[in-house]
């Protein structure tokens, strides 16, 4: 009966290694251990044998029963491997093929900068401000030290609704509302739409963007006003920007401080770009012009201040490298697409 | 302002390059524009000889030349022109050299005769007949050895003063005293810490008193604060040397003659404008001479400028008068018969003081504008007509044109003391962040040619800009260096920054518009008066009413917006045109609705607008609108049909409210305004108003316990007419269902044979759940019984079968 077992073994272990799918490999599980098998008749037979004999069969045919079943398992795995792998190359994709497209809207590259910018300033205390487009003249001239004949006042320059009345040229005249309706400390920032009467050009355009800065409490210096402009600079335009700070003149501000970058293309050698200066001005600023204070009920004994101004388009074309400032109000998509 | 280097260093040393020169005046706030030679991109010009002239062997008009170029050279040329001086001097380009911009000049050849190198002509220096009047301009320039004296072989450029460098100066509005060469040289000696030598000028005169030829009243002293004059007879007319006509030159005009160049190069050395008149013009002849400084008033109306042309007069206008006429428009322009001509003998130079605002008014009524006005507009120093008028004396006798009278009539209302600020040592390093001791305060000031005693520093009479201590800082500090002064950021209590609830609204709204997909454009916010034609707004809708510019570029954008649609259609135009096969866009901008009272500031509200084309129809649209509402948390809106909106299609445009209040307006463009904007495609527009938006805000919300019970499902296909808005159905649905109706879906509408004719099903899947407890089958059934029955009592509505 051992010997029996001995060559059932061999033949079941090669009939389930040699079977060819899943089907035959179920087909010989029921041949092998089915209640037909050889091996269960084997087992049927044991009654005859003796109680010795019959432990030492049954152990035997026991092991057998579980190596066969063992067998079986493993190769029901490897074809299941098998099955997979062939379904899994079957699957295959093209995976350069391009993704499904989800339309993407993009921010105007003008208000992407003031964005950054924005973020810059309330993150050093700032808050914004936002004012009237269409302006009195008291605000937008008489009260930040620009007389009646003064000639930037020039219709030449000026849109006037009224004699009164006129299109805000600068973004200035929200200082003077600011300082009238509140107290020092005062941090603000005030970004929006300024106009003046320039034919549109590459560099021109009746309408365009400032962003107006204004810092007024007690013992605000000159060096305030630097280290607070070289910080936004750095934020700006990287960390190993060159500033010059050089005097100038502006109405509202004494003194009045211009601030020049060192040219990012030449680095300083004089380039087209930087018109061979090596330098291109970036903002206009000052300590605000005690007069400017005092109309404003500020008593400029006791407070200062300082204020800056910067053109949004010109930086913003500096930055993306736009050669044409007509480009930014045009609108089309094939330019609004560019900028992320 | 261009400022000549040699002019310059009359008063001072300039040693640095073009480039550190410019840096360092701009650290003081006289910034150089930019530097040019005259003589820029010539190389290899010398002086040279004509030796030797003849005939070229083959070609008739030309000459074979030989020149002495110095060192024992000489050269072989071949010219065609025909004022050729046997022995003469003029600029000779060596081979190899180059005039200004031009190519390299080397060796040619004129039917097998040789030519070396080049002969110039004035114009091929860039110089004219004005410059050098002993020459011409179509034939080589021969030199005057007397009057330039040069040697063979010298570099030609320095030899005609081309060698210079001019400065282009920026010169900011608060210094009107840097539009001189003075001004700039007290600047520079001040930059390069060199003491500025100014030339006091000496007049001999002898000519007789001026008194007895002339007399001059001011009838205006507020519009003329000071008139100075004074008189030369015996006038030699001719041109002037070449020093002066290099300067004059230099500073960018031409030079006339001898007395006009002595005129233009004292406004150039002071800023003070000069006018010389013949003496004629203020007298008949052998009578007392007259100036009359006075108002036009009602008696002058008309007056003939020096340029022929016929001004009409203002009676505020200021006028130079003789005893009957006006004979010239205060500093802005003489009259036709005022200035000098051949036979002039006899000469009165004016050097006065205008107001420069009145005159600037006069000057853009007449739609004039002249140097001298430029100046005075600018506010010129009061204090500097004497001396001015007696430069320009003193010039006559330098140049021996002109005999000069003894005196000068001045009639001065001026009232001139000098203006002193008190020196705050300790407020001026207070305002700068500084530590600067007061000695070298006092150093900087006296640079400046402020003279300061005890406390008090006084300014120059040209330092009008000086009022208070600021300036004294900034006067200071320029001369101490801004890049010297220590940055620091100011300690003390920091406010808050932040973005207020408004900002932080739109900055949401923005990025929900990006989400969906859509570019954000900026637009002009005026435009044409014909737009509201455009967009079909009838004549008398209220949207016509705008704030008007009185003084716009151009009809095209001379009104401030009342409605952003058209801003919105040229842009979807302009994307059309170019060819941009679908557009989604938005823009975040004001309108601007004028106030009742004229004298008040209009309402800017901003609003946001919504504008695309193949990009999906109304509904696309209508979902961006409503998805943009859950993104921002607001009461969710309600569309209304609106037939009556001119510019969109009358069965497509809805408006959109929120709790009863309209918000906005969204439709399908009506087919004539595309047409107006050159669309051939269907295009939408919504616009929404960001404010009452942002007030129908809902308050943020709270949790609500997840559902623990399950919901059911039920499909509805009912049969309405085809007029019957959705909503109404929608309506009842939700008013018997109530809070049970969890979910409300319409997923069809059908129209089609199977329906009877006017009948369209709108087929819904409503999701029902009870929070408390599980509904059953026979509570949902009678719900949707009752809500069957309502439909039918109310809009006819009947279940499909």
Same mark, same amino acid.
């Given at each position: 009966m051992k010997n029996q077992l001995e060559q059932l073994r061999q033949k079941a272990l090669q009939a389930v290694e040699t079977t060819g799918d899943l089907a035959a490999l179920e087909q010989a599980r029921v041949d092998l251990l089915g209640k037909k098998s050889a091996l269960s008749a084997i087992m049927k037979q044991m009654g005859a044998l003796s109680a010795e004999e019959r432990r030492e069969v049954g152990r035997l045919a026991n092991q057998l029963h579980a190596d066969i079943e063992h067998s079986l398992d493993e190769k029901k795995a490897a074809f299941s491997a098998a099955a997979l792998e062939q379904r899994l190359s079957q699957e295959r994709i093209d995976v350069t093929a391009p993704g499904s497209p989800i339309p993407l809207g993009r921010r105007h590259p003008l208000y992407l900068v003031l964005d950054e910018i924005k973020e810059i300033f309330v993150g050093m205390g700032y808050e914004i401000a936002d004012g009237p487009e269409v302006e009195y003249d008291k605000y937008n001239f008489e009260m930040l030290n620009? +007389?009646?004949?003064? +000639?930037?006042?020039?219709t030449q320059d000026t849109f006037y609704i009224t004699e009164n009345i006129l299109l805000r040229t600068q973004t200035s005249p929200m200082q003077v509302r600011t300082m009238l309706k509140q107290k020092p400390p005062i941090r603000i920032i005030v970004p929006g739409r300024v106009y003046r009467s320039d034919d549109v050009d590459a560099t021109h355009s009746p309408i365009f963007h400032q962003i107006e800065g204004l810092v007024v409490d007690e013992g605000i210096t000159l060096g305030d006003l630097k280290a607070t402009l070289e910080v936004i600079a750095q934020r700006l335009y990287g960390e190993d920007v060159v500033l010059r700070f050089r005097p100038s003149h502006f109405p509202f501000t004494e003194p009045s401080v211009e601030v020049d970058m060192r040219c990012f293309s030449c680095h300083g050698e004089g380039c087209p770009l930087c018109k061979q200066a090596g330098w291109i001005e970036i903002l206009g600023s000052g300590m605000v012009h005690p007069r400017v204070l005092a109309g404003c009920g500020i008593d400029p004994d006791i407070y200062s201040g300082w204020a800056f101004g910067i053109g949004l388009e010109r930086m913003v074309m500096r930055m993306y490298e736009i050669d044409d400032l007509r480009l930014l109000y045009e609108n089309d998509l094939r330019f609004l697409r560019q900028f992320n | 302002m261009l400022i000549s280097k040699k002019w310059l260093s009359d008063y001072v040393k300039i040693e640095l390059s073009p480039r550190n020169f410019s840096d360092r005046m701009a650290s003081v706030g006289f910034e150089v524009d930019g530097y040019t030679s005259p003589g820029e991109g010539c190389e290899g010009v010398v002086i040279g000889r004509l030796v030797k002239i003849d005939r070229h062997p083959t070609i008739e008009k030309y000459f074979v030349c030989t020149l002495d170029v110095g060192d024992g050279r000489l050269l072989q040329q071949v010219t065609a022109a025909k004022n050729l001086v046997e022995g003469g001097l003029c600029p000779v380009v060596l081979p190899g050299g180059r005039l200004s911009g031009g190519p390299e000049i080397g060796d040619a050849e004129f039917d097998g005769v040789r030519s070396q190198g080049m002969m110039c002509s004035l114009p091929e220096l860039g110089l004219s007949k004005a410059d050098h009047p002993h020459a011409i301009e179509e034939g080589i320039f021969f030199l005057n050895e007397q009057e330039t004296p040069c040697e063979v072989g010298q570099d030609a450029l320095a030899v005609l003063g081309l060698d210079d460098l001019i400065y282009d100066f920026s010169i900011t509005a608060n210094r009107p005293d840097g539009h001189s060469v003075m001004g700039v040289a007290r600047e520079v000696c001040a930059a390069l810490d060199q003491p500025y030598r100014p030339h006091l000028p000496q007049v001999k005169g002898g000519g007789g008193r001026v008194e007895e030829l002339l007399s001059v009243r001011v009838e205006a002293p507020e519009l003329c604060p000071r008139y100075t004059a004074r008189a030369v007879k015996n006038v030699k007319i001719g041109p002037s040397p070449k020093w002066l006509r290099d300067r004059v030159r230099a500073a960018g005009m031409r030079p006339i003659n001898n007395l006009v160049d002595i005129t233009n190069y004292v406004m150039m050395e002071y800023g003070q404008p000069m006018h010389a008149f013949d003496l004629r013009e203020l007298a008949d002849s052998g009578e007392h001479a007259q100036i009359v400084v006075r108002q036009a008033g009602e008696q002058d109306q008309t007056f003939v400028t020096l340029d022929r042309q016929e001004r009409t007069l203002s009676p505020e206008m200021l006028m130079i008068c003789n005893a009957r006429e006006p004979? *010239?428009?205060? *500093?802005i322009m003489g009259g036709l018969q005022s200035g000098i001509r051949e036979d002039t003998t006899t000469i009165v130079f004016e050097s006065a003081n205008f107001n420069g605002p009145a005159l600037r008014r006069s000057g853009r009524k007449l739609g004039l504008r002249t140097d001298a006005l430029a100046r005075y507009e600018k506010g010129l120093d009061a204090q500097m007509t004497a001396e001015a008028v007696d430069r320009a004396c003193e010039l006559c006798e330098l140049l021996g044109c002109a005999e000069v009278l003894d005196g000068r009539i001045d009639i001065d209302h001026t009232d001139y003391r000098v203006h002193s600020i008190q020196l705050d040592c300790d407020r001026i390093n207070k305002i700068c962040g500084t530590d600067i001791p007061r000695a070298q305060m006092v150093s900087y000031l006296e640079r400046l040619q402020f003279c300061v005693e005890d406390d008090l520093v006084y300014c120059p009479s040209y330092r009008a800009d000086m009022e208070g201590i600021a300036d004294l800082a900034e006067e200071v500090v320029r001369l101490y260096g801004l890049d010297n002064v220590p940055s620091a950021l100011h300690r003390g209590v920091t406010p808050q920054g932040r973005y207020s609830p408004e900002q932080r609204f739109e900055r949401s709204l923005v990025q929900a518009m990006l989400g969906f997909g859509f570019f954000e454009s900026v637009t002009y916010t005026f435009y044409s008066p014909r737009a509201f034609d455009q967009i079909r707004l009838p004549e008398d809708d209220l949207r016509r009413r705008a704030v008007v510019i009185r003084n716009p570029l151009g009809e095209d954008t001379s009104i401030m917006r009342t409605t952003p649609l058209p801003s919105m259609l040229q842009v979807l135009s302009a994307n059309h045109n170019y060819r941009n096969e679908q557009a989604r866009l938005f823009e975040l901008a004001k309108i601007f609705l004028p106030a009742d009272n004229e004298e008040d500031l209009p309402e800017e509200r901003p609003q946001l607008t919504l504008g695309t084309y193949g990009a999906g129809d109304f509904y696309a649209l209508k979902g961006v609108v409503e998805a943009l509402c859950k993104a921002l948390h607001l009461t969710p809106p309600t569309f209304h049909r609106e037939a *009556?909106?001119?510019?969109?299609h009358p069965g497509r445009c809805a408006s959109i409210r929120m709790a009863g209040q309209e918000v906005g307006v969204i439709g399908e463009v009506h087919p004539a305004v595309l047409q107006n904007y050159g669309l051939d495609r269907p295009a939408l527009l919504a616009t929404l108003d960001i404010g009452k938006l942002f007030e129908n805000r809902l308050p943020a919300p709270r949790y609500t316990p997840l559902p623990r019970y399950p919901a059911t499902t039920r499909d509805l296909a009912l049969v309405c007419d085809e007029d019957l808005p959705a909503a109404e159905a929608e309506a009842v649905l939700r008013e018997v269902c109530g809070e049970l109706l969890e979910q409300l879906e319409l997923f069809d509408v059908y129209r089609g044979d199977s329906l009877p004719q006017g009948k369209k099903s709108l087929a819904y899947a409503l999701t029902l759940r009870d929070r408390e407890t599980t509904l059953n089958d026979a509570r949902v059934s009678a719900l949707i019984d009752e809500a069957l029955a309502l439909l039918q009592q109310r809009h006819g509505i009947t279940l499909r079968s």
């Open positions: 620009i +007389p009646r004949d003064h +000639p930037a006042r020039d | 004979v *010239g428009l205060a *500093g *009556g909106q001119p510019t969109f």
